[in-house]
């Protein structure tokens, strides 16, 4: 019999907090507050002293100054949504959506970076997921987004794949620990894999924590990863991630199909 707690009794990693301190993720966490907050408004306070300033602009200065403005406000936008999305309840809107066209959309709304190759490995005609669109999205390309910040700027290769499977009682046992999947489930497996430097054994244990990253203050707040987590729990999924033999990480996301027997 196995005796592994159920998922939503899985004892949280001991000395949590210690681990973060000891990696600098709490003092990251005040950088990161400083400069996605702190900074940007800095950056509208100067600008709107310059708008209510006696300097005589010009109608191109003035834009100028606007689109510096809105600048800063959309950064202090995305960074406390990422924070109150991290404390707080989600809300889903579940659609039937095919894992392919999601794929497609998240690449869509990625920053491109010229020396990362994208291949693409797609199953035709998979069954659906139910999901909710958005949050699936932003979790793919969350994923993409590390894969490809741990690629650079050498570069290298992004590899996503999509394929169904059916759940057998057999395979059923070595995920029965934190799984939401019973034997005879359908789903369709994401594969995100990069040849990037992967991550220290010593730090996957904090991946999903809150505000850890190894990103310079500024390129990463350390919540991508806890909200995919969230996210993916919210949906009974299943987000895997590791370091691949042959170097870069490999992340693995299992929806449940609406193919359901
Ligand atoms: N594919 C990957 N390769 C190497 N390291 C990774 C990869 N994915 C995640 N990591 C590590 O996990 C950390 C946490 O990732 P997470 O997405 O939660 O935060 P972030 O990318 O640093 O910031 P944010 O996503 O909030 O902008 C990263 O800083 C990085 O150290
Ligand atoms: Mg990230």
Redesign the pocket.
């Known amino acids: 019999m196995n005796s592994a707690p159920p998922p939503d009794q899985t004892p949280p990693p001991e000395n949590t907090l210690k681990q973060l301190e000891e990696a600098g993720a709490l003092s990251h966490f005040a950088s990161s507050v400083a400069h996605e907050v702190c900074n940007p408004l800095s950056q509208i306070v100067l600008a709107t002293d310059l708008l209510a300033g006696p300097r005589p602009m010009n109608d191109d200065l003035r834009k100028k100054i606007v689109g510096f403005l809105r600048q800063g406000a959309d950064r202090i936008d995305k960074a406390m949504k ?1 924070m109150l999305q991290t404390c707080s309840p989600i809300e889903t809107s579940m659609t039937a959506e095919d894992a392919n066209s999601l794929i497609e959309a998240a690449l869509a709304s990625l920053t491109e970076a010229p020396s990362v190759r994208i291949e693409k490995h797609f199953t035709p005609d998979l069954p659906a997921i139910l999901v909710d669109k958005k949050h699936i999205i932003e979790t793919i390309a ?2 993409c ?3 490809i ?2 690629m650079l700027p050498a570069g290298g290769t992004l590899t996503l794949t999509t394929s169904s499977k059916i759940f057998t009682s057999s395979e059923r046992e070595g995920w029965q620990r934190q799984s939401w999947f019973r034997a005879g489930d359908h789903a369709v497996v994401i594969e ?1 894999a ?1 040849t ?4 220290p054994e010593n ?1 996957m244990g ?3 924590e809150a505000f ?4 310079a203050a500024g ?10 987590k969230k996210v993916v729990d919210l949906h009974h999924g299943r987000l895997e ?1 590791s370091n691949q033999p042959e170097g ?2 490999l ?1 693995v996301l299992t929806l449940k199909s609406s193919a359901q027997p």
């Open positions: 990422s969350g994923l987004a590390n894969a910040d741990a995100i990069d990037g430097h992967g991550i730090k904090l991946i999903y850890f990253t190894t990103k390129q990463g707040a350390g919540l991508g990863l806890t909200i995919a991630i870069g990480v992340a």
